[in-house]
């Protein structure tokens, strides 16, 4: 009775799944946002490299990866699948929980997955320097490693709120010899006209895209980073999901259901898509796909499935997407990686058409989930991941009374240890269960630009 | 060319190597602190469990690991085995260079080897609750998961300085269950009359130690835990060095150094002990096993080989070992782990024999190192570790000189998430590289208790 599923490091995928290529109809095209035209991989080229461009629009169905990139995954993939025992017993349930247990890389997180992939291609490009947001700091440390590895510079606009009030995760980056920046900042004239409009500003994640965003498009040798959303990051995140379908037909199993959370989708895309194109080319039908989001942002489940801009500034190109409008600012809760208006094109297509199903959760059941986590699988793990945590163990006590074995998979994305502030506030009963009223939802939704189609 | 070498889980050790039996004398014995004669079973009973107290002095080359122990080990063991490509490249080193990763443990560290041993044994004895002492709060943090899973109840008593300077380990105390106090505290005589002394004192490793001991002798089915320093506990550790041996030969190496270092000595005895059986049963004579220890705290390289306390107050047995003095009180330097008077006394033993040897570093070249090998090999790794890495590297530069491939392995014994504001004191320049002026080291020796022998 395995307690964790390893692969040999000879069995770390040598190709990323495109799941562009098995859609029964085509994504919609990002467009201009001046021109409101489809764009061109031209219009890309100022901040990405060819082949990223490339891939985001690639209707190849497997990509190699580069044998560089995947020197450098080895330093944690394959990453362990877990079958969690422990929890189970716990929770007297017949179904089978399995999870991928991402908090094994260097940063911490799934986000070096993208980060060395991203890094890499840039540097092959001839770029010297990678301009990018960050949240709470997952994607920003994540960034700080993979440019390091591969000789780059790197700039990182951090959320201001989140730079004063998780200020290792800047130590993290500062290691890796990233150069971390409260955003908004006077470096761009995005930041420097939200600072003259409010000195106080906390920041936001739109904000400091539009800095990182204009930082790339007005320095010579540097490129933009993304570390969610587009269909390249969900891309490079295949990995996961490909990595735990070889380990759970190792003991025989294929899952009924398999459970992420999504913020901008790539952790959930990273785990869900292999499993979703079995579904796509008509195996294995009946697997239920979850996407987990928190009340407090509810892209998916009270969302438009429609055209919309990646940033607060409109500097990005319009997305297809469920967005709750582009200059929606959600609650400060504590997974602040779940915090942003849109999600993915790819994921929002495919909870359109059925494929897959969303779901939300509150802050404090999710947190107790991840305290019934850390009790019985022994680890910690971030407040992004708990929201998965949550609905894993949800279906797991719905099998209890149906008394169905069913098997569930859900991505363990990253580890807590830089978020244990948000436990600390759990236990000191200070967590809001925010739910989105729907006058401001509506009102919010109004705002998104209407492009004609 | 593998970048990390796995053990399938069936590869868990099954017993523990106990290389008491392989000591060419036999040890000195603790010694009674009220009577000066050697302690027996009998008096450690009321607050260790027999079987602990039966390792402690077990003549037993191989001990069986219960299988309920190897259950919560498989969590996160067999540990990765690391070849260092990527720092080898970086310092144009003929030297191969491996290292094993503890950082992989729910905890975060090699501690949750010995927590989960020493929680299980006291489980079966009937104790209900477990009372330790934690200095920067990775041992207790260990404690509180081994017992949460164990289904003990667990008190930590955490040094006053680190409590308020490390609020997060104590956060994952409470995510496990554990009470955690600020030590001194007024729930212990011990603890009293430090406060009365002084209200304002940050306590000590000393203090929190003679606090947890009285808290276990005087509550019903309480015992004590110590998280180094016995022989049980480096018992418990030698998973570590058993995994790396097979790991090593599995690629045909075995290493001509073996580094790791040394606070009470439980990781360092961990991976060093089965190579040093090696050496003591007459093979592979050549190899060095380098304990390496702080100058701000050199117990090995300047401290004196006798018997002494464990604790300020004298609770404990005396040990014979290398001592600073029971009443030496070390800088405050960010490797708070390795911040004790005292070391394991079979390490003292091997040290003063010479089938092992002791190095000391200071604090900055101590954190330059870690800062090259988060640069090259990713992980950012805790400041106690840090100073085997600096020793590794030291090595494989005398290699560079003299053109020798030798074979390097340290002990990476855990990661630094919960240590980042040590790494924002070296890049601000704020590291103090303090060494033991000889005079009061002298006075601090020269109030060890005089035993008769």
């Known amino acids: 009775m395995h307690t964790k599923i390893l692969l040999d490091e000879e069995h770390l995928p040598k190709r990323w799944y495109n799941i562009l290529a098995d859609l029964p109809t085509p994504l919609d095209p990002p467009l201009h946002p001046g021109t ?26 497997m990509i190699d990866i580069p044998e560089e990139v995947r020197d450098i995954l080895r330093i944690w993939r394959p990453a362990p699948l877990y079958r969690a025992h422990r929890l189970e017993a716990r929770l007297k349930t017949p179904a089978r929980i399995y999870y991928k247990y991402e908090g094994v890389s260097p940063a911490g997180s799934h986000k070096p997955n993208t980060a060395v992939a991203q890094a890499y291609y840039n540097m092959k490009a001839g770029v010297e320097r ?14 700080a490693f993979a440019t390091k590895v591969f000789g780059l510079e790197c700039t990182i606009y951090m959320v201001r709120s989140s730079y004063a009030q998780k200020p ?8 890796w010899g990233a150069e971390c920046i409260p955003s ?26 539009s800095e990182a965003v204009e930082d790339a498009a007005t320095h010579a040798n540097t490129n933009y980073s993304l570390g969610s959303v587009l269909n390249h990051v969900c891309l490079h995140q295949t990995v996961i999901g490909l990595e735990a379908m070889e380990q759970m037909a190792q003991v025989e199993e294929y899952p009924d259901v398999v459970i992420g959370c ?3 989708g790539s952790n959930f895309a990273g785990i869900a898509f292999p499993f979703a194109g079995d579904k796509l080319k008509g195996s294995h039908k009946e697997t239920e796909i979850i996407a987990v989001e928190p009340t407090a942002c509810p892209t998916l489940t009270r969302g438009l499935y429609t055209y919309d801009y990646g940033d607060v500034a409109g500097l990005t190109p319009l997305l297809k997407m469920f967005t709750l409008g582009h200059d929606f600012v959600p609650p400060s809760i ?23 199903t969303a779901t939300s959760c509150y802050q404090t059941e999710v947190f107790e989930a991840a305290q019934t986590f850390a009790q019985t699988e022994g680890f910690i793990v971030a407040p ?70």
């Open 130 to 143: 990678l301009a990018t947001e960050t949240g709470a700091g997952q994607w920003g440390s994540a960034l």
């Open 334 to 356: 504590h997974a602040g990686g779940l915090r942003y208006h849109g999600a993915s094109p790819i994921v929002s297509k495919l909870v359109q058409e059925g494929t897959m």
């Open 168 to 175: 290792y995760r800047k130590s993290m980056m500062h290691v």
């Open 262 to 264: 999504v913020g901008g």
């Open 384 to 453: 992004e991941t708990s929201h998965a945590v949550r609905v894993a163990i949800d279906k797991a006590l719905e099998c209890k009374k149906t008394g169905e074995e069913k098997t569930i998979l859900f991505n363990c994305s990253g580890h807590g240890d830089f978020d244990m502030s948000a436990y600390d506030a759990y236990y000191a009963g200070k967590l809001e269960d925010y739910e989105y009223p729907e006058q401001l939802i509506r009102e919010s939704l109004a705002r998104i630009p209407k492009i004609p189609t």
């Open 184 to 209: 908004p900042s006077t470096k761009t004239k995005a930041g420097t006209a939200v600072l003259e409009h409010d000195r106080d500003t906390p920041g936001s994640l739109g904000i400091a895209i």
């Open 36 to 61: 409101g035209k489809p764009v061109t991989p031209e219009d890309l080229s100022p901040i990405f490299p060819m082949e990223l461009i490339r891939q985001e629009m690639s209707p190849q169905k």
